[in-house]
């Protein structure tokens, strides 16, 4: 097992390599930069444009560029924003808060509502209840999550005023209609997915075998069919926290949630390539993280899954 993760861990490093030099070469194809970008609409001398450029390093060939920033990020230095001047590290570091907050909560509330409800449209399959919960996940699953961000704010904001359209600082109030937007989506999703992993369960011999050895069925529900559909649901579970802690772009900027997805909107938007550069190493290392979780908890739930050298 040790070896696997140390292994799964020293990938990372060819993936990031990889990952970053493809990014900075679209970028450098993408024919313009921060300062380009900063002084588009200002009456400055090209002199003044190129001699900030020579500050930052941009006018340098593209594997200087590249190398450089590399040697830095090896050396735990990012550098700093091209726009605000700040470390990039740091500027990073103080967006995460608010995305771990947003994926903790979206990630529990979809627990909450699709495993229960997926279980019971399996277990009242093609009944009045199994029917109303697929159109209902049907439906949930069909809504953009722009749209259903809309609603919310138009509901629970501007005609209840229960919540604030706009969130002040970070809190879990102001989390609330960013979270429900979030769960409701991937709950349809879940819902659907979980009802057939539980009914594939329940079609199998072992469910038989403890029905006419008296085995009350909510006791084999809850202690086999469901272990045994836990794979598939942190299979899923692992490919949205992915997703949510590389931010959610669109919620976070619809929201004004100061999160790392709005940060990297904001660092596209003004071509500034460090910001970038530190939300994509941010996306390989979790990806490759949650992927190597995810194969571990594997191997807890069933032992017979094997995992590199550890037989």
């Known amino acids: 097992m040790g070896k696997y993760i140390v292994k799964r861990l020293l990938q990372l490093i060819p993936v990031l390599i990889g990952i970053t030099f493809l990014t900075f070469l679209m970028m450098h194809f993408a024919g313009s930069d921060a300062i380009t970008e900063m002084y588009a609409d200002k009456a400055v001398s090209q002199e003044i444009i190129d001699a900030k450029k020579a500050e930052l390093g941009l006018d340098k060939p593209f594997l200087v560029q590249y190398v450089t920033w590399l040697g830095g990020l090896f050396t735990g230095d990012m550098g700093v924003s091209y726009v605000s001047g700040k470390n990039v590290f740091d500027t990073f570091i103080s967006k995460l808060p ?46 953009p999550n722009f749209f259903v961000a809309l609603v919310l704010m138009e509901i629970l904001a501007i005609k209840l005023h229960w919540l604030p359209v706009v969130p002040v600082g ?18 349809a999703k879940y819902m659907r997915q979980v009802r057939a992993v539980v009914l594939d369960e329940l079609s199998k011999d072992y469910v038989t075998g403890a029905k006419a050895r008296g085995i009350r069925r909510n006791v084999t529900l809850w202690k086999s069919v469901l272990r045994s559909a836990m794979i598939t649901i942190i299979t899923l579970l692992a490919i949205s926290i992915g997703s949510l802690l590389g931010g ?64």
Not at 116 to 138: E, H, W
Not at 173 to 184: G, K, S, V
Not at 279 to 308: E, F, K, M, Q, S
Request: glycine fraction near 4%.
């Open 98 to 143: 608010a995305t771990l907050l947003l994926t903790l909560m979206s990630i529990v509330l979809t627990v909450i509502i699709s495993v229960p409800l997926g279980i019971l449209m399996a277990v009242k399959q093609n009944k009045v209840t199994d029917y109303i919960l697929r159109f209902c996940s049907f439906i949930g699953n069909s809504l």
């Open 248 to 311: 959610t772009a669109i919620i976070e900027t619809i929201f004004m949630w100061d999160g790392v997805g709005k940060l990297a909107v904001d660092a596209i938007t003004m071509r500034d390539y460090p910001l970038i550069e530190a939300y994509v190493v941010w996306l390989a290392i979790i990806y490759v993280l949650v992927n190597l979780i995810t194969d571990l908890l594997y191997h807890a739930l069933d032992p017979r899954i094997r995992l590199g050298d550890s037989k």
């Open 170 to 187: 970070i809190s879990f109030r102001a989390a609330i209609m960013p979270t429900l937007t979030l769960a409701i989506a991937m709950s």
